[in-house]
């Protein structure tokens, strides 16, 4: 059985927004998305190639004033059944996390604790930075996009995230004070 490709449908989702350029889709991607599904350049403009040849998106050369031509893609008919076809099938397991914080955790009996706590806490400072990046990305979209058909369901992957990243905090804060009590109780 061939493996889904879930970025061509990420990228036909896209098309289903005002993003039409390679160059829009992927600063799209870099604001959202990225926060939960990766996308980098190098595979945008392939995929999008890919996407015109099997008939589920279109492209047309726009001109711009005073700049370049520019190429701007559209999902088609096939590729609207396409995306709601991937949309209706059942996730048929959980993604696994690849956490390096998690993986040197799991072996942290072999280094010393002040160096895990000090891992744990440099892990804790990027959480609660993805954290405030969250709470403007909301901020942002209730502002300025909340009548966008996308909007509640932009939201609610933000919600995820964001409650992810609080329960990361907070597991730091507790797994941080378990290696001081243990340390305390130890001598």
């Known amino acids: 059985m061939k493996k889904s490709n879930d970025t061509k449908y990420a990228i036909l989702g896209l098309l289903t927004t005002d993003c039409r350029s390679g160059y829009a889709i992927k600063q799209m991607i870099d604001r959202s998305l990225n926060h939960f599904w990766k996308i980098s350049y190098g595979q945008v403009y392939p995929m999008l190639k890919q996407l ?8 047309r ?5 005073g700049g370049p031509d520019k190429k701007e893609y559209f999902i088609t008919e096939k590729g609207e059944a396409a995306l709601q076809e991937w949309l209706q099938t059942p996730i048929d397991k959980i993604p696994a996390e690849r956490n390096a914080v998690l993986l040197k955790l799991f072996f942290s009996r072999h280094q010393y604790a002040d ?6 806490e440099d892990y804790q400072e990027k ?6 990046t969250y709470e403007v990305i909301e901020e942002t979209i209730a502002s300025h996009m909340r009548n966008k058909q996308d909007a509640p369901y932009w939201l609610f992957t933000l919600d995820y995230g964001k409650r992810r990243t609080k329960a990361a905090i907070d597991w730091c804060t507790d797994t941080i004070d378990q290696i001081n009590s243990g340390r305390d109780n130890h001598g």
Request: proline content about 0%; hydrophobic content about 30%; aromatic content about 4%.
């Open 52 to 59: 015109v040849t099997d008939e589920l998106a279109t492209v």
């Open 61 to 65: 050369d726009t001109t711009q004033a």
């Open 115 to 120: 160096t895990t706590i000090r891992q744990l």
């Open 127 to 132: 959480l609660k930075e993805r954290y405030s």
